[in-house]
C-alpha cells in the first residue's frame, strides 16, 4: 500500500459543530502532518507528529485539536469552527522528518 | 517556511509542446520536490532531488537540481492535454519544513 487515504472527501459544518477528519497510512512511515491549503496557494503546515507525538503546532488556534491514536491514523478535530476556515485539508506522511512527504487526495471542508 | 520563486506563475500549452519552469531560493536546500496537484485532489509527488547538480528523469518529466542548491528546474517534454493542473516546487533542509513555491498553473490553450 504506498498511499494516503483521507475520509470524509467533503464535509460541510455550522459553526457550533464538532466533526473529525481522519487520515490513515500504511508505509510504515512515522511523521504524519496536517496542512490546511486555500485555493491556488501552496499548503500551509499546521501540525506535524513524530512517532505519534506532536512535535510541532504551527501557533494554530485551538478549535483544530489533532490526535494520533497509532503510527497509520492521525485525526483532525473539529469545533466552532468559522468560515474563514473552510479549505482544503491535507494529510502528509513521511518515512521520517526529513524525507520526503507524500500527500493524500484532501478533505474538501466548508463552514456555513 | 519562506516561500520560494517560482515562474512562470502560469502557462498555457498546446500538445506536444514542452514546457519548462523554474524555483529560486534565497536559501539553500538538501533536497527539492516537485509536485503536481489537480483541481480538488492533493498534490502527487512528481520527482525527488537529493543531490547538488542531479538531474533525474520521471517519463517525460525531468528535474535538475541546481549545483548552488538554491534553484531547480522541472522540464516537461511533448506535452498532453492530462498535464494540466498546478505544479508546485518545494525545498526541504534537513528537517521536516518544507518551503513551496507559489505554484505554475499550466491550462491547454484553446
Known amino acids: 500500500d504506498t498511499e494516503v487515504t483521507q475520509t470524509p472527501k467533503h464535509l460541510v459544518m455550522g459553526m457550533t459543530n464538532k466533526k473529525s477528519l481522519k487520515c490513515e497510512q500504511h508505509?510504515?512511515?512515522?511523521?504524519m502532518y496536517w496542512y490546511k491549503q486555500k485555493a491556488k496557494k501552496p499548503p500551509e503546515l499546521m501540525f506535524v507528529?513524530?512517532?505519534?507525538?506532536?512535535?510541532i503546532n504551527e501557533s494554530v488556534p485551538s478549535r483544530f485539536s489533532p490526535e494520533c491514536p497509532n503510527s497509520s491514523l492521525l485525526n483532525l478535530h473539529l469545533h466552532a469552527l468559522q468560515p474563514e476556515d473552510s479549505a482544503l485539508y491535507l494529510c502528509?506522511?513521511?518515512?521520517?522528518?526529513?524525507?520526503?512527504?507524500?500527500f493524500g487526495p484532501g478533505t474538501r471542508l466548508t463552514v456555513l | 517556511g519562506q516561500q520560494l520563486n517560482q515562474s512562470p506563475q502560469s502557462m498555457f500549452i498546446q500538445e506536444g509542446e514542452d514546457v519548462s519552469m523554474n524555483c529560486t531560493s534565497s536559501s539553500i536546500f538538501n533536497t527539492w520536490l516537485w509536485y503536481k496537484q489537480d483541481p480538488g485532489e492533493g498534490p502527487v509527488l512528481l520527482i525527488a532531488l537529493y543531490k547538488a547538480g542531479e538531474l533525474t528523469s520521471n517519463g517525460r518529466l525531468t528535474a535538475q537540481f541546481g549545483i548552488t542548491r538554491k534553484d531547480s528546474f522541472l522540464n516537461i517534454s511533448a506535452s498532453i492535454p492530462s498535464d494540466v493542473g498546478i505544479y508546485f516546487c518545494?525545498?526541504?533542509?534537513?528537517?521536516?519544513?518544507?518551503?513551496f513555491g507559489a505554484g505554475t498553473t499550466v491550462t491547454v490553450r484553446a
Open positions: 508505509m510504515g512511515h512515522r511523521a
Open positions: 502528509a506522511s513521511s518515512q521520517g522528518l526529513n524525507n520526503e512527504q507524500f
Open positions: 507528529y513524530s512517532y505519534e507525538k506532536l512535535s
Open positions: 518545494a525545498g526541504q533542509s534537513n528537517d521536516y519544513k518544507l518551503s
